[in-house]
């Protein structure tokens, strides 16, 4: 995946976070972002996508989330939530990006903002939702590897 691609999730990954958080308006966090950050570098339209639809079907995503979790989905940290949300979201909608690479991409990211041992955990819950999402894809990788 592309460097910009990544550069996108990071940062959406960070406003997604605030916006839990914080609650603010997703325009605003998004200007913010524009000015205050260092998107150089970013897919910006990529940004704007995952910080705007990921909230905007923030009940969808949460309803493929669930049943693959162990705990109810508001006692996840919220960076780990933004971070399986934006998976989902990439795993669900946006299918011309490989399951493969939503997986890993969240992975690294739960490395850097995630708790100590939040990128297992990551990896667990995007492996079994992928199962379900995107099935078809899964079963061919698996049967590639056979």
Not at 84 to 92: C, M, N, P
Not at 117 to 139: C, F, P, W
Request: proline content about 3%; hydrophobic content about 40%.
């Amino acid at each position: 995946m592309s460097r910009a691609r990544s550069c996108a999730r990071k940062r959406a990954i960070q406003a997604l976070y605030q916006w839990q958080v914080g609650g603010q308006d997703l325009a605003d966090i998004e200007s913010h972002f524009l000015a205050e950050q260092d998107m150089e570098g970013c897919d910006l339209g990529y940004f704007s996508e995952l910080l705007h639809q990921i909230p905007a079907r923030f009940d969808e995503l949460n309803e493929a989330i669930d049943p693959c979790l162990d705990r109810p989905i508001s006692q996840i940290d919220p960076v780990e939530r933004a971070i399986l949300s934006t998976g989902v979201y990439e795993l669900k909608f946006r299918i011309d990006i490989p399951y493969r690479v939503v997986i890993n991409e969240a992975v690294e990211l739960a490395k850097i903002f995630g708790g100590e041992q939040g990128h297992r955990y990551v990896n667990g819950i995007l492996d079994k939702v992928s199962r379900t999402l995107r099935k078809a894809e899964v079963e061919a990788a698996g049967k590639r590897r056979s």
